[in-house]
C-alpha cells in the first residue's frame, strides 16, 4: 500500500498521500470503481471547482448525466423533463426530438462553450485513463504523457472524435446506465491502434489519441476507423462544442 505511485503527478509517499477514494467515473454519475493510484491531491483537482466556477468531474456529469437520464426515464411525460435539467443546457423538444442548447445566460460569453467542451474533453480523458490503469495496469509509460499534461496538467489540446451512429444501436441495460461502465473492445466497430483508442460510454462513440500525434498519424487512424464501422454510423466529427454531441440521444426515438 505504501509504495503506490500516482497515475497523474507520479509521486508516492510521503512526497504526496492516497488517504481519500478516487472514484473513476464520477460518483454524481453513478460511478462505483475507485482507482487505488490516484493521490488525494490530483484527486481533489479534477473533483473542486476550478477558477471557472465548476469541476472537471462537474463538466463530465452534466453531460452525460442527460443522456444518463435519457435512458433512465425515456422522454414520456412533461412531468419528467424535468429531469433533464442541466446547469449548462436547456433540453427542448422540436420535433418530437430533443435537443440541447446551451443556457442564454453562458450564450453571451463567446469562450464559454469552447472552454466547457475542453474541460469535458479532459473529463473524458481522465476517466478513460483512471480506468485504463484500474482494469489493465496501465499508464506509467511516457507514452501516456500526453494524457497528463492534457488532462491533470491543462496544457496543449488533444483532439476527441465523435462518432455519430446511424441507428439508435444499443447494447445498454437499464442498470449500466444507472452504474456507467467502461468496458474496453466490446464492440467489433471500436478501432485503436498504438496511438489511438475508441470508447463508448453511456451510447456514445468517442476516439482519441492516446499520445502525442502527428495530423498524418490522425488522417490514417480515421482511415482505419472508419473502416470498421461502416453501416453503423453515418458521421464523425472532431468536437469542439458540447452540442457537437448527440447528448439528448435524439436518436433513441428513430427505433422507437
Ligand atoms: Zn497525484
Not at 131 to 154: K, V
Not at 197 to 222: A, N, Q, R
Amino acid at each position: 500500500m505504501n509504495n503506490r505511485i500516482c497515475l497523474w503527478c507520479l509521486k508516492s509517499n510521503p512526497q504526496t498521500t492516497f488517504d481519500k477514494k478516487a472514484h473513476t467515473i464520477p460518483k454524481s454519475l453513478g460511478g462505483q470503481n475507485y482507482n487505488n493510484n490516484v493521490c488525494d491531491a490530483c484527486n481533489e483537482y479534477f473533483g473542486n471547482k476550478q477558477e471557472r466556477n465548476y469541476s472537471i468531474e462537474e463538466a463530465l456529469k452534466e453531460a452525460f448525466n442527460i443522456s444518463r437520464n435519457r435512458f433512465l426515464f425515456g422522454q414520456k411525460t412533461k412531468k419528467q423533463v424535468g429531469k433533464f435539467r442541466s446547469r449548462f443546457f436547456d433540453i427542448k423538444t422540436r420535433k418530437n426530438k430533443p435537443r440541447l442548447s446551451i443556457k442564454p445566460a453562458f450564450r453571451l460569453d463567446g469562450n464559454f462553450q469552447k472552454q466547457l467542451c475542453r474541460d469535458f474533453k479532459r473529463g473524458l480523458y481522465k476517466m478513460y485513463f483512471e480506468e485504463l490503469n484500474r482494469q489493465r495496469d496501465l499508464g506509467y509509460a511516457e507514452h501516456y504523457n500526453a494524457i497528463r499534461d492534457f488532462a491533470r496538467s491543462d496544457r496543449f489540446d488533444m483532439p476527441v472524435f465523435y462518432f455519430v451512429k446511424a441507428v439508435g444501436l444499443f447494447t445498454m441495460l437499464r442498470s449500466e446506465a444507472e452504474t456507467p461502465v467502461l468496458i474496453f473492445d466490446r464492440m467489433l466497430y471500436l478501432y485503436s491502434n498504438d496511438k489511438f483508442v475508441e470508447i463508448e460510454f453511456l451510447g456514445h462513440v468517442f476516439g482519441f489519441p492516446t499520445t502525442y500525434v502527428s495530423s498524418d498519424d490522425i488522417k490514417s487512424y480515421i482511415n482505419e476507423s472508419l473502416k470498421t464501422k461502416q453501416k453503423h454510423f453515418r458521421k464523425f466529427t472532431l468536437i469542439e462544442k458540447l452540442t457537437d454531441i448527440d447528448l439528448a440521444l435524439s436518436i433513441l426515438d428513430t427505433n422507437n
